[in-house]
């Protein structure tokens, strides 16, 4: 069973934030992840520009399937043809959250 850990860039203008993520955040993620993440897994970014995001694998973010304001991009993540293979293991993570040590015991769990 492979692991999956992705993480989703995108940009609404509906929802309003105090700060806006960019494209170096999801470096800084990609970085993060390589650094604390041993066990084997494979990273992706699910966006709707994948031209910014040149340094990792990318996966088509709908943006047709979104509705302005809301938070629901994640949900893509489970549609066929999505993110993983059937039967694979997905995490999804944040690009803003911050990892201080290793990961490995949280995800190199069989259930």
Same mark, same amino acid.
């Given at each position: 069973?492979?692991?999956?850990?992705?993480?989703?860039?995108?940009?609404d203008p509906?929802?309003?934030?105090?700060?806006?993520?960019?494209?170096?955040?999801?470096?800084?993620?990609?970085?993060?992840?390589?650094?604390?993440?041993?066990?084997? $897994?494979?990273?992706?970014?699910?966006? $709707?520009?994948?031209?910014?995001?040149?340094?990792?694998?990318?996966?088509?973010?709908?943006?047709?399937? $979104?509705?302005?304001?809301?938070?629901?991009?994640?949900?893509?993540?489970?549609?066929?043809?999505?993110?993983?293979?059937?039967?694979?293991?997905?995490?999804?993570?944040?690009?803003?959250?911050?990892?201080?040590?290793?990961?490995?015991?949280?995800?190199?769990?069989?259930?």
């Open positions: 069973m492979a692991l999956t850990v992705a993480c989703f860039y995108w940009v509906a929802r309003p934030r105090q700060y806006q993520l960019t494209p170096q955040d999801v470096r800084v993620w990609d970085s993060m992840m390589a650094r604390h993440l041993h066990v084997p $897994h494979r990273r992706v970014c699910v966006t $709707h520009r994948p031209a910014l995001i040149d340094f990792m694998e990318t996966v088509p973010l709908d943006m047709a399937k $979104h509705v302005p304001g809301l938070c629901t991009v994640k949900l893509q993540a489970h549609k066929p043809g999505g993110i993983a293979k059937e039967g694979d293991r997905v995490a999804l993570m944040d690009i803003d959250c911050g990892v201080s040590g290793s990961l490995d015991v949280l995800f190199a769990r069989d259930e």
